[in-house]
């Protein structure tokens, strides 16, 4: 890569953290749901109705240089997600070292409630998907859907942010749109993207298919009140040179049986020190 070098991540980002400052719709003065941990409520600026397209086949990955990304850890939960299909948080704390959910934890029950990997399991939505894709691939009905209302009237819990993955076979190539009804941007916008990306990877080698594209849908992504200095640094940071590749490494065809150590990043320097930030729950 050449000195003047960017990638299409890090200047979506530095174009949308610069919209969302500028344009964005603040919820100072109304009420909200989200609060910091010392209570105060956790306003944000926001957007609405964000696409951002990234073609895997071609070497694009939706992964920022600006800040480090947590994306072993992305993958991991995506692992805890769809593979164990689990809502239990000492499965995710003590099989893959992962503590950034225990804020969610419902009513001292040790989960997440009925969300996530538990709805992935009730509805056996995973093996539905990669049979659909090896029985049926260009049927128009792969999805997806975590947002299952009989699941939130059985037990309370934070409603699924990325909740939709639609799943289309086009040639060799498997695409993939996830939709996000609330993404926060600073801190989760890449991993989402990451892990997404990753679960694409498994998916389509289990289904005999190549990744193709991913697009990403956000219908509110917003920052935080307390996140606009860390986003202002983010803008003013010159990115890495370098185009960062995450490999699925050849040899499993299982989806069940990729672990964290089937994948590899490389060319990925991202630039230090890593920013702090306070998480709206």
Not at 32 to 60: F, L
Not at 246 to 266: R, S, V
Request: charged content about 25%.
């Amino acid at each position: 890569m050449t000195k003047n070098f960017v990638s299409k991540t890090d200047e979506l980002f530095k174009n949308t953290l610069n919209e969302i400052l500028t344009v964005g719709t603040s919820t100072e003065g109304h009420k909200i749901r989200p609060k910091y941990k010392d209570g105060a409520p956790a306003h944000t600026i926001y957007i609405n109705q964000v696409v951002e397209k990234y073609d895997i086949s071609k070497g694009e990955l939706p992964i920022t240089t600006l800040r480090p990304t947590a994306w072993k850890s992305a993958i991991k939960e995506i692992l805890w997600i769809y593979q164990d299909q689990s809502n239990d948080l000492s499965v995710l704390e003590e099989k893959y070292g992962i503590m950034w959910w225990r804020d969610w934890e419902v009513n001292n029950s040790n989960t997440i409630g009925q969300r996530y990997g538990a709805t992935v399991k009730k509805y056996d939505l995973m093996n539905k998907l990669l049979n659909g894709l090896k029985n049926e691939p260009y049927t128009r009905r792969h999805i997806i859907d975590l947002y299952q209302y009989a699941d939130f009237d059985e037990t309370e819990g934070l409603h699924p942010c990325a909740f939709l993955t639609v799943w289309s076979v086009r040639g060799e190539f498997l695409d993939v749109t996830l939709h996000q009804r609330s993404s926060d941007y600073c801190v989760a916008g890449h991993v989402n993207k990451v892990q997404y990306v990753a679960l694409m990877m498994m998916v389509a080698r289990h289904a005999g298919l190549k990744p193709g594209v991913f697009m990403h849908v956000v219908d509110n992504l917003h920052i935080y009140d307390r996140h606009i200095e860390q986003a202002k640094e983010l803008i003013s940071r010159t990115p890495s040179n370098k185009q960062p590749k995450l490999i699925l490494k050849e040899g499993k065809t299982n989806f069940y049986d990729f672990t964290i150590d089937d994948f590899e990043m490389i060319d990925y320097e991202p630039v230090k020190p890593q920013l702090k930030f306070e998480l709206g729950i």
